[in-house]
């Protein structure tokens, strides 16, 4: 069974460009979940989506990102327009649903983002 | 404050140690309790997944909550220098699925 899938792997944009990230959760995974770490910081939640619907945006650092989950398969995240301190390395995550409690939750590889 | 905290080493053991690895946390709505390993430029990849407290053990890893100390730890037993990697702690509350993770831990074991 694959894993959770991110694409690209590594992205270098100069400031004020847009870039746009990728995930692919595991086949019947209806939450997915974005995480970020920046240099030197532990991993934060940016937000979770069920299936299609944001459940969960309180880690959204402002409105410059914008994530999306077209069909509640794939989901983007994109950032308009890009800043210095939005360098770091984006996370995906997938869990299947759960009644009441929580299930684990299983990361992809990550996506290096470098603003210059 | 920070919600986790952990102390992020290194650490380092020669093989075969048993080796302890701990997070604490302040917030007592945390009800379950994860523990990731990471390799350098890969993913999280979840080790061990605990709801409330008590101890979970699988192979050489045992993980333990202690809610009353708001204390979390991670052993491993028969340290391999294939475990050498960076592990992070993290939880999570009933209701909101959003982990808060430690900074994690860098372990290196000796061959």
């Known amino acids: 069974e694959a894993g959770v899938t991110q694409f690209p792997s590594h992205s270098v944009i100069e400031k004020g460009q847009t870039v746009t990230l990728r995930c692919d959760p595991i086949s019947g995974h209806d939450n997915l979940y974005w995480y970020r770490r920046v240099m030197g910081k532990e991993i934060k939640f940016l937000l979770h989506f069920v299936k299609e619907s944001k459940q969960d945006e309180s880690g959204m650092p402002n409105n410059r990102f914008l994530a999306e989950r077209t069909g509640g398969t794939y989901s983007t995240l994109k950032v308009q327009p890009a800043e210095l301190e939005d360098s770091g390395v984006y996370f995906c995550?997938?869990?299947?649903?759960?009644?009441?409690?929580?299930?684990?939750?299983?990361f992809g590889q990550g996506t290096r983002l470098t603003v210059v | 404050q920070k919600e986790v905290e952990q102390d992020p080493g290194p650490l380092s053991v020669p093989e075969g140690a048993i080796v302890s690895l701990n997070c604490t946390y302040s917030?007592?709505?945390?009800?379950?309790f994860m523990w990731y390993r990471q390799y350098s430029r890969k993913g999280p990849e979840l080790l061990m997944y605990t709801y409330s407290s008590g101890n979970k053990e699988d192979g050489r890893f045992t993980a333990q909550v202690d809610k009353s100390s708001k204390y979390i730890s991670l052993f491993i037993r028969d340290s391999q220098p294939s475990d050498s990697a960076t592990y992070l702690c993290a939880m999570s509350r009933t209701g909101r699925r959003a982990l808060t993770f430690g900074s994690g831990t860098r372990l290196q074991v000796q061959p």
């Open positions: 995550a997938s869990s299947q649903g759960g009644r009441g409690g929580n299930t684990e939750a299983f």
């Open positions: 917030n007592s709505a945390f009800q379950y």
